[in-house]
């Protein structure tokens, strides 16, 4: 005479094996909340003041990772990518001392893509590669369009 339990236990061995899902989406969604809060956003600030020249051999490089943006102003103002206005060249070189040192171990290096406006002035443009220069900074890429179509 068998107990209950094993006697009810021998009329469901034919039944398939049910496998709770349950705990399998909690820890997709533990996964996934993870990885969002783990990761780290990139996000480019674009200033619309700034008009690009129009260059008909411009290429998009391909590689852009350790890049330090810096936008020249027709007046003579420099913004760099998170929107904040630096005047002097003592302030661009501080920035490119500490894009440097983030970057230093990286395989590519840090650069600095330079965004004038089309009427900037040569002397501004100087003005941000030489303050970039003395930060460490040696590379170099210059923004410009491929057509006029975004005048």
Known sequence: M???????AMEHQGDDAKMDMSPMIDMVFLLLIFFMV???MVTVKVDDKIKPPVAD????????????IFNIRSDGTFTAGDGKVTVTEDEITERSTTWVERFKDTETGPSLLLRAHRDASIRDLKKVTKAAALGGINKVVFGS?????FD
């Open 2 to 8: 068998a107990s209950s339990k094993l006697q009810s």
């Open 38 to 40: 783990a990761s780290r």
């Open 57 to 68: 051999e411009s290429i998009r490089p391909d590689n852009v990772k350790g890049r330090i």
């Open 145 to 149: 369009l491929k057509t006029g179509k």
